[in-house]
């Protein structure tokens, strides 16, 4: 099996399509073969981290039975081809689930027989987090998000950092990117802001459900803010 991670920004004037495309296009994925899971994600203000959303950016987050369905997607379909013409840009990461715990809609779709993987030290690593918020714990989770989520975007090592989300407010998503596993374990084990974020959550109770991933990254391509997020991190396709 496979995960792929897109993120596509849009082009000026198609902001409507894509909001349409959050309720109509999962009938069409759920038909694609050999799509095992998939979630179309919207994404907020500040690099997706804030309250007010982004109508110019939008993720599709993937498990595929095989590499080829994937590739067969990408290149053929006529949705995504839909995708792509409305796109300013678009970036895609195929990931290799190392460790994945808890549930996203009562499964965990990363559980699968590569999380036996062990990545290399210095590969890059892509972490999810995901959750659903508490309704009446909204309030305290968004105080602590905005600065969680500051100190994230700018730690070292962080390639990429973007929020993603089901539902406004209430269902999100955290897609990081990371030189090294490293470079992550300094960030989640020593940065105070990160630490008191992850008391608070379980002090509190703040989620109904929740999901942690660990993956390595296969490949990237594409573009997220004008930029290759690991250009110069991945060997060339062979």
């Known amino acids: 099996m496979h995960t792929t991670l897109t993120v596509f920004t849009l082009k000026p004037g198609h902001r409507r399509w894509g909001l349409a495309q959050m309720g109509t296009s999962p009938p069409t994925l759920?038909?694609?073969?050999?799509?095992?899971?998939?979630?179309?994600?919207?994404?907020?203000?500040?690099?997706?981290?804030?309250v007010w959303p982004n109508f110019d950016r939008y993720g599709f987050m993937a498990v595929w039975q095989d590499v080829a369905s994937a590739a067969a997607f990408f290149s053929r379909h006529p949705l995504w081809a839909a995708y792509q013409q409305r796109s300013a840009?678009?970036?895609?990461?195929?990931?290799?689930?190392?460790?994945?715990?808890?549930?996203?809609?009562?499964?965990?779709?990363?559980?699968?027989?590569?999380?036996?993987?062990?990545?290399?030290?210095?590969?890059?690593?892509?972490?999810?987090?995901?959750a659903s918020i508490r309704w009446r714990k909204t309030p305290r989770f968004w105080k602590f998000v905005e600065p969680t989520s500051a100190a994230l975007a700018h730690a070292v090592g962080v390639r990429a950092a973007i929020g993603l989300g089901e539902l406004p407010l209430v269902r999100q998503?955290?897609?990081?990117?990371?030189?090294?596993a490293k470079a992550m374990r300094e960030?989640?084990?020593?940065?105070?802001t990160h630490r008191e974020a992850i008391k608070l959550t379980r002090r509190e109770n703040w989620y109904a459900e929740e999901l942690f991933a660990r993956f390595q990254v296969l490949s990237s391509e594409g573009t997220l803010d004008g930029r290759?997020?690991?250009?110069?991190?991945?060997?060339?396709?062979?």
């Open 187 to 192: 960030y989640a084990y020593k940065d105070a």
């Open 228 to 238: 290759e997020p690991l250009a110069g991190l991945l060997a060339a396709p062979g």
């Open 173 to 180: 998503a955290t897609f990081s990117v990371w030189e090294s």
């Open 89 to 130: 840009e678009q970036w895609t990461v195929r990931l290799a689930p190392i460790k994945a715990q808890g549930l996203w809609d009562g499964q965990n779709p990363f559980e699968y027989s590569s999380n036996a993987l062990s990545a290399p030290a210095d590969t890059p690593i892509a972490v999810l987090t995901r």
């Open 30 to 50: 759920k038909k694609v073969p050999g799509l095992k899971f998939f979630k179309l994600l919207g994404s907020g203000a500040a690099n997706g981290f804030g």
